[in-house]
């Protein structure tokens, strides 16, 4: 039975190791770093990776805030959503991984944040993503117009055909020519509008414009009832897919203005990440040091629970995944400290026991009870306080920006961890170094 | 057992000179507030070539920005302006690369709206006050007395005070901005602050309940004597961490770090030396009256 728990203890153990493991460094055989298996056609599949946040990794933070002015309350959420969605399909032409918008109401204020990590051409970024091409169709008009004229001058009547009514543009290529084209597909409303206008049209150009300015002026072969298109000109595929996005993105439901927005360099990431992680190791060394130097062979059990507390801990920052941004990781610091605090806590209690003249082992049981108030005391407090700032309902009056957030969350996790580990674990250790019965 | 109460003026006499000065600083110099809380935009451009600053600011003049601040380390500028929009930002960059003849890799650009800012700090405040009666509520009830809340509050604000007081000073003589991570740093040191006051507390009240007919003073000279080691070594360990975070941690959270074990000192400091008379000094008011 015994040697049954050993076996689990170990398992558990090893399994927080490779978890653990850092996934950029090269070694000799290829360890994996996710689970990916079928259990009664359950899909596991778990990616464990430490996630960066934007401070770390470098990218770009932005806000955008919606001008609601012309939109009905009623249609706000639509707009809202669909705006969301919108600026997503432009993002995910830059290749961003993991992007993440979010609405945000403030009072009576709409914004939009857009965090883009690991993004180098931040300025395209903006541009795209602020841009609002507004796609129009226009027809001749009824009176003639000089033929001199250039054509697309002579489109002046609009149709009443825009980008709101295109449901989805692509790029595609001609079956004969092999030359990308751009094609659309229109909403039920758009599909009517658009039969009637190549009906009236047939032998007559169409123009389409982005922003008033002429794209293509086909002429109409036939009429086009199923409600697709597709424009034809000398497009690179580049080009054609700058234009799907654009044409997208015309269908932006209401304005939005930049009014914040952060970039960071990977480069200055980077180096912020490698020193903090440096120097952070000489710190935790040094406790360490302090620890076993100050308390002896209980110290070195301390330094054990702490070591565990830590892989525990990035178990749990792997696992979620949770964002780590350097706010991120001053609550974790701060977490440390009140790690070992409660050791130093318990372990001051036995002393004090001890120094009372009762045995070792009754010294230790008679230190973790006593000990277990005040720590219990302060790390609800730290909790209550890591809860509030939290914000685990979203309540607008309270912070929503991610720095504090970020924070008040590595503090739980770190708080909570360091409860199981500062007890649990070095009640644990003591026993098998000691063998206290 | 050491009779530490007895030096109570000398602890009331070092928070007063160092709170004291703090709020001096405060009233004469104020804080510098980065772009978080004022608006405006900040740039870190990193060159391939060192250029003269006179070269650089005529370029800036030339393109009409309002500078604020123009800072150089070797090849690093750091530049901070009105808000600055994204256009206005490209074109700049253009000129500085066309005109000076190098190349330039941004290492940071941040452009803030003035209003952000604003509603950050007082969300920040609510949750501060919602985290604060959190503390009063539930110390009342863990210590069942709201002295003990109380005085564990004051000293909260005690540190609150010496925190803000030094980052003014900090501001003016090493140009710290107050910005969110302060913020942060300023929460990590209230919550630190309470935690370190409730171990010491959590002995008084033990001390206080097993001989019942010990006064307060008593117990708490008692509770600070046995507890003494414990607060000095817990202290330790954190100033281990962050005193190599402040030395060898990057430049751009060095502040941040900074205010952290200014907090950490302070906190650790005001549980014996600030809460407890404050509780002593409470309690024997409580008597007296009934």
């Known amino acids: ?437 | 057992m050491i009779n530490f109460l007895k030096y109570r003026w000398l602890y009331f006499l070092i928070s007063t000179v160092v709170i004291g000065a703090g709020l001096f600083s405060v009233v004469k110099w104020g804080f510098r507030y980065s772009i978080d809380f004022t608006g405006g935009s900040n740039f870190e451009f990193q060159m391939d070539k060192v250029i003269e600053k006179s070269k650089i600011q005529k370029i800036l003049d030339l393109n009409k920005i309002s500078v604020v601040s123009l800072k150089q380390q070797d090849k690093n500028i750091i530049l901070r302006t009105k808000v600055l929009d994204q256009n206005k930002e490209s074109l700049l960059k253009k000129d500085l690369e066309a005109k000076l003849k190098i190349k330039i890799t941004v290492l940071r650009s941040e452009t803030v709206g003035p209003i952000l800012g604003r509603e950050a700090i007082n969300k920040t405040l609510i949750a501060s006050i919602l985290a604060i009666v959190g503390i009063l509520i539930y110390m009342s009830f863990a210590f069942k007395g709201f002295n003990f809340a109380f005085s564990a509050v004051l000293a909260m604000f005690h540190d609150l005070l010496v925190v803000v007081g030094t980052y003014s000073l900090l501001s003016h003589f090493f140009g710290a901005e107050v910005d969110t991570m302060f913020v942060t740093a300023v929460l990590t040191t209230m919550s630190f602050s309470v935690h370190d006051t409730i171990v010491i507390f959590d002995k008084i009240r033990e001390y206080h309940n097993e001989q019942g007919s010990l006064e307060m003073e008593s117990a708490a000279n008692q509770a600070l004597t046995e507890t003494m080691v414990r607060s000095l070594n817990n202290s330790m360990t954190i100033l281990f961490m962050l005193l190599a975070l402040t030395m060898m941690g990057g430049s751009t959270i060095r502040f941040f770090i900074l205010t952290l074990l200014i907090g950490t000192i302070t906190g650790t400091y005001s549980s014996p030396f600030v809460a407890t008379p404050i509780l002593v000094l409470l309690e024997k008011m409580k008597k007296q009256k009934s």
Do not use: C
């Not at chain 1, 090893?14 to 055989?29: Q, R, S």
């Not at chain 1, 857009?114 to 841009?131: F, M």
């Not at chain 1, 989805?168 to 039969?195: C, H, I, R, W, Y």
């Not at chain 1, 990977?266 to 620890?291: C, D, H, N, Q």
């Open chain 1, 1 to 437: 039975m015994k040697i049954f728990k050993s076996i689990f203890i170990a398992l558990i153990f090893l399994g927080l190791i490779w978890v653990d493991l850092p996934e950029n460094v090269k070694t000799k055989y290829k360890i994996p770093n996710k689970i990916d298996f079928n259990v009664y056609g359950l899909n596991v599949k778990k990616d464990f990776t430490t996630k960066l946040g934007l401070d770390l990794k470098g990218g770009s933070s932005l806000i955008f805030e919606a001008d609601i002015s012309k939109v009905k309350r009623e249609d706000l959420n639509d707009a809202l959503n669909s705006a969301r969605d919108v600026i997503e399909r432009r993002i995910n032409f830059f290749g961003v991984t993991e992007p993440q918008i979010q609405t945000v109401k403030t009072g009576n204020k709409y914004r939009l944040s857009v965090d883009l990590p690991g993004i180098n051409n931040y300025e395209e970024a903006i541009k795209l993503i602020g841009q609002t091409a507004q796609l129009t169709f226009k027809e001749l008009p009824d009176e003639k117009i000089a033929t001199t004229t250039p054509i697309f001058l002579q489109l002046t009547r609009d149709t009443g055909l825009s980008g709101v009514h295109v449901l989805k543009s692509t790029v595609e290529f001609d079956s004969q020519t092999g030359k990308p084209q751009v094609g659309l597909k229109f909403n039920k409303k758009g599909a009517d509008l658009f039969a009637a206008i190549t009906q009236r049209n047939i032998g007559k150009p169409v123009g389409i414009f982005i922003d008033n300015m002429p794209l293509t002026t086909p002429t109409v072969q036939t009429e086009i009832l199923d409600g697709s298109a597709v424009i034809t000109g000398n497009f690179t595929t580049d080009e054609a897919k700058k234009l799907t996005i654009s044409i997208n993105s015309g269908a932006l439901p209401l304005p939005i203005r930049l009014v914040e927005q952060k970039n960071i360099g990977p480069t200055l990431g980077a180096i912020e990440v490698r020193k903090s992680v440096y120097a952070g190791t000489i710190g935790l060394i040094m406790v360490l040091l302090f620890m076993i130097i100050y308390y002896g062979r209980l110290g070195f059990i301390a330094s054990l629970a702490l070591l565990i507390y830590g892989l525990i801990s990035l178990f749990i920052f792997k696992a979620i995944p949770l964002v780590l941004t350097l706010p991120g990781v001053a609550g974790f610091i701060l977490s440390i400290g009140m790690a070992v605090d409660s050791n130093i806590l318990i372990f001051e209690r036995i002393k004090e026991e001890q120094r009372k003249g009762k045995a070792f082992d009754i010294a230790v049981r008679l230190g973790f009870g006593r000990a277990i108030d005040a720590i219990k005391d302060a790390n609800v407090t730290t909790l209550t306080v890591a809860f509030i700032l939290f914000n685990p309902l979203n309540w607008e009056f309270l912070p929503q920006f991610g720095m504090v957030r970020g924070f008040a969350l590595t503090l739980a996790i770190g708080v909570a961890t360091s409860l199981f580990t500062g007890v649990v674990i070095t009640k644990r250790l003591i026993n098998m170094f000691y063998k206290v019965r």
